[in-house]
């Protein structure tokens, strides 16, 4: 009798997970049920009523050091205002932007009129409110500028991938929304729309993605990455330019770092400094990413920005057997650079499932040496899969086994994370799983900055 109570938390504890040498890997089991698309008709999709009424408002970061936005938003019926009104919270004086208006045509679609604006010169960690539609249907918007950039700003970030439309996506969008830690801003890791995955690439699910995420990216900014499913290359219908409604659609602030194309570029946003990198531009040797990143890692002052932190799509570490080393040829350009720049965490999207690896690395190789295997390092970041939005792909459930000794926790579920920067030295981060309540964490680590406190962070460490 004695002995079967001892066994009991034994087996209570692999009812839940399964462990291994290489972390845990989950034991949730997510019901199964096709992702599916939410209908065209949606009250998600719903037009904002009223003539040339504008829809699909979002806004990204403007400039390098959070004092500029970037509003953008779509109007049908005709170009309408480019025109911003903007104020403060504690100012009656309203100023006004005027920016750009774009079209395009895909296939048999033609987009409607993009408008793009950038409001500069704003002051740090303020509320503003902003008007868009001026002299037709004003709708009526806010954000918060980030707080000045310094090395103890607390600040916190949502971090999601993979999103599309479907109703699991909707789910996760909320469950984001709600989650008690309030991200204010949102760290994207790629795929948005996956209107490629319609016949003929159909835009209108670009259209209906933009009216889906407004409810958030209106009010506080998505910093962008480009994933595989906004390239659009499509010779077949005679669609011959990668990227085309992406780049229409979603402006970066890519010149403030001196890139020379949207799809790479850098911000400091509060104590973080955050590098997008491309999956799908090349990044050989003599590139232009692999010049720009070359330039820009030494710029990173870990006395202003502790924070290091990279955004990619495809990931470099990936124990599913999905997309499996998609990311390797990238991985060994620019892992050495990584660990000798300490960086602190890299998340990454593609795979449509959940992963955080341990501090690890994987650049001994010479060729003749033989050493190509991952080893434990304090030097290196935490690598994230965060490509688990909810989007009409589904879920990659197939996982390599056994769970490699780099793989900290992987679980096939849909959800989002935060990243809770408390100051220069600590950092919380947590997974939340959309089955779950909304502050209930499934996975979480607290991050010891690699510049600053470079301690041992693993979840297996006694610290």
């Known amino acids: 009798m004695r002995s079967s109570w001892v066994f009991l938390p034994l087996l209570l504890l692999l009812g839940l997970s399964l462990v291994c040498d290489g972390g845990i890997t989950s034991g949730f089991v997510r019901t199964a049920e096709k992702s599916v698309d939410m209908p065209l008709d949606s009250d998600t999709f719903r037009v904002p009523e009223g003539y040339n009424a504008p829809q699909q408002v ?94 103890d700003v607390p600040y916190t970030f949502g971090l999601i991938g993979d999103l599309g439309q479907t109703f699991d996506s909707n789910r996760t969008l909320t469950h984001y929304e709600l989650n008690p830690l309030k991200g204010k801003t949102v760290l994207y890791v790629g795929d948005l729309s996956y209107a490629d995955d319609y016949p003929f690439h159909n835009n209108i699910r670009w259209d209906t993605w933009g009216r889906f995420v407004e409810r958030s990216a209106a009010y506080q900014p998505w910093i962008w990455t480009a994933g595989n499913h906004e390239i659009d290359y499509a010779p077949e219908i005679g669609e011959f330019v990668p990227f085309k409604p992406y780049t229409r659609r979603y402006h970066v602030p890519y010149r403030a770092s001196n890139s020379t194309t949207p799809f790479w570029y850098s911000i400091k946003r509060a104590s973080a400094y955050i590098i997008v990198l491309s999956s799908y531009s090349a990044y050989g040797k003599y590139t232009p990413q692999y010049q720009w990143l ?56 593609h795979v449509h499932a959940y992963e955080r690896s341990e501090r690890v690395s994987n650049i001994a190789y010479n060729i003749v040496n033989g050493l190509c295997t991952p080893v434990n390092d304090l030097s290196a970041p935490v690598y994230i899969t965060i490509g688990d939005g909810g989007n009409i792909e589904g879920l990659a459930n197939n996982m390599t086994e056994p769970q490699p000794k780099y793989s900290a926790f992987r679980e096939a579920s849909f959800g989002h994370a935060i990243f809770d920067i408390k100051n220069r030295t600590h950092a919380y981060y947590g997974w939340n799983r959309n089955q779950d309540g909304y502050a209930v964490e499934a996975d979480s680590q607290w991050f010891f900055n690699r510049y600053w406190y470079p301690h041992d962070d693993s979840t297996k460490s006694p610290s």
């Not at 991985?331 to 602190?344: A, G, I, L, N, P």
Request: hydrophobic share 35%.
């Open 294 to 349: 070359e330039e820009e890692l030494p710029k990173v002052n870990r006395s202003e920005t502790p924070w290091l932190i990279v955004l990619m799509h495809s990931p470099w570490y990936n124990s599913y057997n999905y997309h499996y080393m998609e990311g390797e040829t990238m991985r060994v350009m620019f892992e050495s650079w990584f660990v000798q720049y300490k960086v602190d965490v890299v998340f990454s999207g």
């Open 58 to 151: 979002h806004i990204t970061q403007g400039d390098h050091v959070g004092k500029a936005v970037i509003v953008s938003w779509v109007t049908m019926d005709e170009p309408g205002s480019k025109k911003v009104i903007y104020w403060s919270e504690t100012s009656e004086h309203k100023h006004i932007a005027e920016g750009i208006i774009v079209k395009y045509k895909y296939y048999n679609y033609t987009s409607g009129y993009i408008h793009h604006c950038l409001i500069k010169n704003l002051k740090f960690n303020t509320k503003y409110y902003y008007e868009v539609g001026i002299g037709h249907t004003t709708r009526t918007f806010w954000f918060v500028t980030p707080p000045e950039v310094g090395p």
